[in-house]
C-alpha cells in the first residue's frame, strides 16, 4: 500500500457480572489499562456513541 488508510478497527468492551447478571463498571486496574489504548478519534471518524 501507498501509506493510504486501508482498513479500521472500533471495539466496544463490556463487562458482565456472572453472578449479578448485569453489565458493571470495570474493576479499575482493567479499565485504566484499556484507557491507556485508547486513541484520539480521526477527523475522518463518524459518529460517536455517547452515553
Same mark, same amino acid.
Given at each position: 500500500?501507498? *501509506?493510504?488508510? $486501508? &482498513?479500521?478497527?472500533?471495539?466496544? =468492551?463490556?463487562?458482565?457480572?456472572?453472578?449479578? *447478571?448485569?453489565? $458493571? &463498571?470495570?474493576?479499575?486496574?482493567? =479499565?485504566?489499562?484499556?484507557?491507556?489504548?485508547?486513541?484520539?478519534?480521526?477527523?475522518?471518524?463518524?459518529?460517536?456513541?455517547?452515553?
Amino acid at each position: 500500500m501507498d *501509506g493510504a488508510l $486501508v &482498513a479500521t478497527e472500533e471495539i466496544m =468492551a463490556l463487562h458482565v457480572d456472572q453472578q449479578q *447478571g448485569r453489565a $458493571v &463498571a470495570f474493576p479499575k486496574d482493567v =479499565a485504566a489499562s484499556l484507557a491507556a489504548e485508547v486513541e484520539e478519534v480521526p477527523d475522518y471518524a463518524g459518529r460517536a456513541i455517547s452515553g
